[in-house]
């Protein structure tokens, strides 16, 4: 079992000392034994120790930046919410395809936000506008939050503010099986709480440092007897040599160990694999022994937003891959609602 994530090292802004959540964080870590430096700005956080990029990127995905979220303007997230709600950035997974290795760029570290009451008056802001509409809020575009969530409680703070709110939600997936702090959390069924899962072959091998199948799905049932509303992203359907005997087995897998109750109002989101040139060269450079195939001989090109394309499968990859996930899907959890997105 992947054990919760605990850094090796720590910054904090002196700005971050100015809440209450920045404070109990700095005696947390000192508690703990845990190297603390001072940085002016979490996007300023340099001179991380290693020799080399290769090191110095492991450092990063080991480091946590304890800082003051400035920008409390929130990115849209369609279509999975209407906004993105950032209580942190940055995973310390090593999931080879990752895009948060081209979007971070040079600052791969993670960066948790301790000003969450006023992430929270801008939350009720987007709220107000939209009224009587409900507003739905990702907490995950940016990061795996449950992953540093034992340490921060954001998340579950998070989970009661909107249980609480008459017209806002709040979504998010997760890769880490550590969430017994957040069962006894008052959701209200506010919450949807969703699980990335995949075939063993994609997990063992191209998703290090991030919790096992058997751990996902059984921190799952758990989610669904604490009355979590309960959802599973299968990304990125990745074709491999036997994809379709993983893939069925992963579904034949989740039908067996998911209790009855955990399957009302499941939701399950399928995204193909993809990635673009910039991706490409990142990940060669992070993971030089990389498993995961990204030639473009075999893909065929999509155009993306701001002029930067993507290589997605060829279009007869992409039928078959959605006709056999939707045919296992319908087989196991035939009254569960699918998405599927290119």
């Not at 939209?130 to 998070?158: N, W």
């Not at 709110?165 to 702090?181: I, P, Q």
Request: a neutral charge; glycine letters at 6%; hydrophobic letters at 35%.
């Amino acid at each position: 079992m992947v054990k919760p994530f605990v850094p090796q090292l720590v910054y904090i802004e002196p700005r971050a000392l100015e809440y209450p959540l920045g404070r109990k964080l700095k005696d947390k870590f000192e508690e703990m034994n845990i190297e603390i430096r001072e940085t002016t700005s979490h996007n300023q956080v340099r001179n991380l120790p290693g020799e080399n990029d290769f090191q110095k990127y492991r450092v990063a995905k080991s480091t946590l930046v304890v800082g003051v979220r400035k920008t409390l303007k929130f990115d849209t997230s369609k279509p999975s919410a209407e906004y993105a709600i950032p209580f942190a950035t940055g995973c310390m997974g090593h999931c080879h395809y990752c895009y948060l290795q081209t979007t971070m760029g040079s600052k791969p570290y993670i960066r948790t936000y301790v000003n969450v009451e006023e992430i929270f008056d801008s939350a009720e802001r987007y709220m107000k506008e939209r009224a009587p509409e409900e507003t739905r809020f990702e907490a995950s575009c940016t990061s795996d939050i449950v992953g540093v969530d034992h340490l921060t409680h954001t998340l579950k703070q998070a989970i009661e503010y909107f249980g609480k709110s008459k017209y806002g939600r709040l979504r998010f997936v997760t890769k880490f099986a550590h969430v017994d702090h957040l069962l006894d959390a008052d959701h209200n069924g506010r919450t949807r709480f969703r699980f990335s899962l995949n075939a063993d072959y994609v997990i063992k091998f191209l998703e290090p440092g991030t919790s096992r199948l058997d751990d996902r799905i059984e921190a799952a049932a758990k989610v669904a007897e604490a009355g979590y509303p309960l959802g599973f992203i299968i990304a990125p359907i990745y074709l491999y040599e036997g994809w379709k005997e993983g893939y069925k087995e992963l579904f034949e897998k989740l039908e067996a160990k998911l209790p009855d109750y955990a399957t009302k109002d499941l939701t399950f989101e399928l995204i193909q694999h993809r990635f673009t040139q910039p991706a490409k060269r990142v990940i060669q450079k992070n993971y030089p022994m990389t498993k995961l195939e990204m030639d473009e001989e075999k893909r065929q090109y999509k155009w993306g937003r701001y002029g930067i394309g993507k290589y997605v499968y060829k279009k007869d990859k992409q039928e078959d891959m959605k006709d056999t996930l939707g045919d296992y899907i319908e087989q196991h959890f035939p009254s569960a609602t699918l998405e599927y997105f290119t």
